[in-house]
Structures are given as C-alpha cells and as structure tokens.
C-alpha cells in the first residue's frame, strides 16, 4: 500500500539519498542533510501545532511504500510565503513604444524586481523516486496535498502558486544566470541556488532594484524566459489540469514560470466530497463500480492519504476497501475527504 502521511525524523535518511538522485534547480529539495533535517523539524512542529490561520508554516509530506518500507516520494506545501523572509520574483511588465517618425511600434518587455512580504501559499519539493514513477502515482503524490488543502482551508492562503523549474542543463548552466544575475553575484548558478536556501539577505544586497530591459539580454537568455524544464513539462501540464494558469511572475534565477489559481478553484479541492465511513470492504468482495480510483484521505490533523475506489451509499455514507481504512486509520463512522485522481474532461495546458 502506498500512503502519504506527515514526514519523520526517522525518514531522514532516505529523504537525503531521494535528494541525490534530483537534478539541478530543485532548491526545494536541497543536497544537504542538515537542511533537510531542519526541514523535517520544521514540518514537525507545524503539525504538532497546527495553526487557525496561515502564518508561514510548512507541510512536508512523504509517500511511503508500506510492503517495501521505502519512502517513494516527497511533496510539500507553505502556508504563506514571505514574512521574515521577503519572497522574490521577477515580473515581467509589457508597455507598447511607437514612433510615428519611424513608423515603428513595438512592445517592450521589462522585468521589475517583486519583495513580496505577505504571499500566496506555495506547493513544492515534489519528487517521486525513479522506480515508482508508473500508474499514475506522480499525479497522486502531487494531488494530495490538495485534499488537505480542501479540508482545512483556513490554515492555506487563499491563492496558491507553485514555482515551476526553468530551462537548465545537466551541469547546472542557466543562460538566463549567466545573462544576468551572475553579473551582480559573481557565482555561478548552483551555489546561488543553494545561498537562497540558506540565507536570502544577499538577494536584498546584490540584487538590481531598477527594471531589466528583456530586449538588451542576450537572446539564448530571453528565449528560456517563462520556459520550463524538460522533466518539469509534465507536472506543469497536471497543475494547469488542475485549473492552474501561468503567471506574470518569473524566477529571479533561472526565470522559470510561476503558476497560480484560487485554492477553493483547484480542481481536485472543487470536487472533493466529505463523507462518512458506512461500511468497510473485505478484499473477496467485489470492488465497487466506480468511474476510477480516487484519493481519499482521512480528515483529522494526522493527515493520512491512498489511492482506492469509494462507493457512496446514500445520506452521506462511503464504503471503502478495509485496507484502505487501515491505511487511513480510520473505521466506520469516521469522515473521509475525497476526490477522482483524474478530472472528466482533461483540459489542456496553454
């Protein structure tokens, strides 16, 4: 059985070698095992006082193959971002210049420089292990998050945004960095990357307050503006299912999209139904005749989430497979929260 649940001090290990096999530009996930700890403590502590309204804290979620005992995946989510520590973005703003003289018109793109004090909550640090990547479970480790979004809306900000990787090379070579940033930093871009995680007060420091003309950088960096990974192009197209849309925001490093939607509009949150464990389901019986498996998650604060099929039973009743409900810990009578894996009518991303 595959469950998501809150992360583990126990889990530490394996969350480090998961952060070896990532890539450049997942600072999210970062290699270095007394960050992740303090991650892991962090995440703890947000779930052991969880809070009435949002206030900056995080989520930090794993997948974990009971029969293997492995944790296969990683996600996570803050509440809010900015306070204490401004977050920074790029936004690009497009004005139209003419000369009659000329008989030229053009629009000119800039990008300004945004210290956001008081932002949006932020889903994040997602990354499935190679072998699990199969069957849909990429889509269930990044969707079920949403159901405890759904569940306890009031501890989220209302808008949600999800910062996507931009177009780096496997050596960590960004164009966009080497057209801008290096020349306020004099470093290369991995170890700006991971400075952000650390410590931002450099960016305050360095960082150009005056807007960036898009037409005087160099045109391999201006082409990657608002361009994803490779590898991320699939959970960009899930999110933008998902009722996502881009952004006029950017990264300030690498200048990869910045995506966003209101959290009551999330499509998995807008279809989630709160219901009643009526009955539990021996594995002999027949599986119920449901259009597709769901996400189903329980509703207490120890957040537990699985993949199965739900039948409802009327007056607010479910009956779930008795595997399930021990995944979940929960047994009838208890609520449940949950939502198809996949929508009716895929929409494509734009």
Known sequence: MLVIRPVR??????????????????TSLPKDRE????????????????PESPGGE?????????????????????????GFEPFYAYQIKR???ESKVLNVRKTIETLHLVEEHNGPCEIGSLFLRPSHRRG??????????????????????????????????ERGHSDFWDALGRHFFDIDFPDADYLSLVNKKFIAELMPRYP??????????????GQVHDRTRPALQLLMSEGFEKSDLVDIFEAGPMVRCPLANIRTVRESIKATVGALLEPAEPAPDTPGPHIISN???????CLGKVEARGEGEV?????VAEALGVSAGDPVRYAPLRPDKPREAS
């Open 9 to 26: 001090m126990s889990d530490l290990d394996q969350l480090v070698e998961l952060a070896f096999m990532t890539s450049f530009g997942l």
């Open 35 to 50: 960050l992740l700890r303090k991650r892991i403590a962090a995440s703890q502590r947000t779930f052991a006082n969880l």
């Open 58 to 82: 995080t989520y930090l979620l794993v997948m974990e193959d009971t029969a293997a005992n492995l944790i296969a995946g990683v996600c996570g989510v803050a509440s809010k971002v900015g």
């Open 95 to 97: 004005a139209l210049s």
């Open 136 to 169: 849909g479970l990429g889509r269930f480790l990044s969707l079920s998050r949403f159901l405890m979004l759904a569940e306890h809306p009031q501890r989220f900000d209302p808008t949600v945004i999800a910062e996507m990787r931009g177009v780096i090379d």
């Open 212 to 225: 960036i003309y898009v037409a005087l950088l160099p045109r391999e960096a201006q082409a990657v503006i």
């Open 299 to 305: 509703a207490r604060d120890d957040y537990r989430a």
């Open 319 to 323: 009956a779930l497979g008795r595997d």
